[in-house]
């Protein structure tokens, strides 16, 4: 899937980011999905993570997602902790954060910092942790027509055991 793009051709040499692990937090996922409802695209993204090491009582945490549209205006997104089927957190915890909806997304990377806060006055940083998503299609130029018929076209061209090995 390293050569998809729509409605855009990304720079020479630009590669996914790979998944980071810090002191407290390891990345687990980070992609786009693309909402195909309407002619002209929209997207949105998200990032998955693990917690690696406990974080003190009352510690309030808060992603930083770029907004492609004002590089100086950032989405301030709560972390939602994810818990099992049972509704119990997963042996380490894992938090997930999503982006709203977006509808000018071009291609290229988009920044992501975590923040934890001591508490919820947000007053303090205990720790941060950072990385980007790469945004393979541009909403601008790219349209739901196009999109189903290079997907579909990569869909025939690649099998999955090729997706899995490549990824």
Known sequence: MSNFSCGCLLPAGTKEPTFKKSKYFQDLAASFAV???????????????????????????EAELENPVDKDAPYKIPAIELRNKQGETFEKRRFYIVSPPLTDVECGLLNMKLRVYKDKTRQEVFT?????????????ECL???????MQALAKETSWSELKRNS
């Not at 929209?42 to 003190?56: G, I, R, V």
């Not at 941060?128 to 601008?140: C, F, G, I, W």
């Not at 739901?144 to 290079?150: L, M, N, P």
């Open 35 to 61: 909402n195909t409802k309407e002619e002209r695209l929209s997207a949105h993204y998200s990032w998955l993570l693990q917690l690696n090491k406990d974080l003190p009582p009352g510690s309030y945490i």
């Open 128 to 140: 941060t942790h950072e990385n980007q998503v790469l945004s393979r299609v541009n909403t601008n």
């Open 144 to 150: 739901r027509t196009e999109f189903i018929e290079k």
